[in-house]
């Protein structure tokens, strides 16, 4: 679940708030989108959301913010969400499962289950270095999934992708909603943001 | 070309870094050898075409050295000792660009994580080995931007001189805005949690690496006593 009441922040070095008196409440098993114009605030909201503003960012908090349970975030730029530390796509999937300690045994349990989400066990053994850029965005949200996160946030995750792998975000969005996972979803496509319970104006 | 199976990573490391050590120490026929070795395993492992590359990087500093120490009056030292400090240098560089050209760098890092290298270290270490490709892949875009805007970076030296400075802005900025974003990806995928890491595949070092490891240090204390005891 991720709720936000009457939340403001502003960037490190800032004056002015980047999002005021907000307040968004997803529950488990919810997809809510965040419909806005550019610089409305919806990156800004996402990483508030996802906890990492201001404990990663920096900067000030305004409001309540709760996460319950592991979150994770998908940005629209997919090159600088590898690691740049894994030689292969299933390395890099394994990773953030490898972070969390977990047994070898699960990690390749969920790794091999990520990878086949999303449609992409042919790139197991390539390089990340050498995907398009549509390739590595579903990489990543593989990575993600591997986490097996409670809530999953998302900033634009079709920008870079060609039809057929937003179609693979569609469905996986709608399938992790079901699974009762608490999903955000910021965009400016409307056949995406058309899959979502309810959509919040920014 | 398949690597031939080879040693542990941190085998390798201890091998290149004492070889480099007594290579810097040394010099001269020690350092000769070391170099000689370093490129015969290089083509026996199919790495001769980097090497050479290295190898070339070194010419401006050959040739800066031996103007200076050869020719100029005031160098006064000889070609000779130009020579000798090439080699040494050679010696001394040569076995770590082997090693980095020839291990992949995250196998090194798991090997120095179970080894009880913590997580950060080996994320500075493997994204400073790591950075200068993708320095390099962000220029090309940088400069086919700059070109698609009219910015003239071929043809003459002068020319592509000139080009270079309106290239340096967008390459530093927009590496320091990967850090950020890079700092954000890795945090959400649980690299700052405390706890052991997964290794997904030790790697496994047969029981004489070891030994090795260990004569090797054993070699490179004996090489820096003998170095200074005999000065």
New interface residues.
Partial sequence: MIQLLDVAYRYPGEREWAIRETSLAVKAGELVGIRGANESGKTTLCLVAAGLAPRVLGGELRGSVELAGLSAILFDNPETQLSGLCRTVYEEVAFGPCNLGLARQEVHLRTAAALERMGIGQLAGKSPERLSAGQTQLVVLAGLMALQPDALILDEPVSRLDPDGADVIAGVLLGLADSGKAVLLAEHDEALLSLCGRVVEL | MALPKGPAPLTALALALTAALIGALWGGWAALAISLAVVAAAIVLGRLKPMGLILLSLLPLALSSLLINALLPAGGAGASTAILALVRLAGATLPLSLLFLAV???RL?ADLEGHGLG?RPA?VL??SL?SV??ARGRAVHVIEAQRARGLDTEGSWWRRARGVLPLVSPLVLGSLA?V????????????N?S??????EPPVAAAWEGVLRWSLLAAAAAAVVLRFAGR
């Fill in positions: 992949p760098a995250d890092l997580r994320f493997a994204a790591g490709s993708r990967e950020e974003e890079r700092a954000l990806a890795l945090e959400v995928r649980a690299f949690r706890g052991p890491r997964t290794v997904l």
